[in-house]
């Protein structure tokens, strides 16, 4: 069965940087556009970056611009973040469709929790 598994996040100070990783175990990401989402506590889930699957464009939101870069290889999407402020906190999913412009992706997974505090 196709399940995305995100890994990566954890406890950074502001100003420091993490890597998250997005896979789905015994499957190829080839065909797949793959987002990235950010709920914040007591906020609704947002979608902070993109990459599709043809020519791998990517996409982000203004907020994460300038610090958060996407990536991706045959089985594995990445998305480095850098400068990260407390307001970066969060749960972090990753999800995958056919395009990064369709208004739902279809697969998603568990989250990984990211912490940005002093």
């Known amino acids: 069965q196709f399940q995305l598994v995100e890994s990566g996040g954890g406890f950074v100070q502001p100003g420091g940087s993490l890597r998250l990783s997005c896979a789905a175990p015994?499957?190829?990401?080839?065909?797949?556009?793959i987002g990235w989402f950010h709920q914040a506590p007591g906020k609704e889930r947002e979608r902070v970056s993109c990459?599709?699957?043809?020519?791998?464009t990517t996409y982000y939101e203004d907020s994460v611009k300038g610090r958060f870069t996407m990536s991706r290889d045959v089985d594995t999407a990445y998305l480095y973040m850098n400068s990260l402020k407390p307001d970066d906190a969060g749960v972090y999913y990753c999800?995958?469709?056919?395009?990064?412009?369709?208004?739902?992706?279809?697969?998603w997974g568990q989250g990984t929790q990211v912490t940005v505090s002093a």
């Open positions: 999800a995958a469709d056919s395009s990064c412009s369709g208004p739902q992706f279809r697969y």
């Open positions: 015994g499957y190829t990401l080839d065909y797949y556009a």
């Open positions: 990459i599709s699957n043809r020519d791998f």
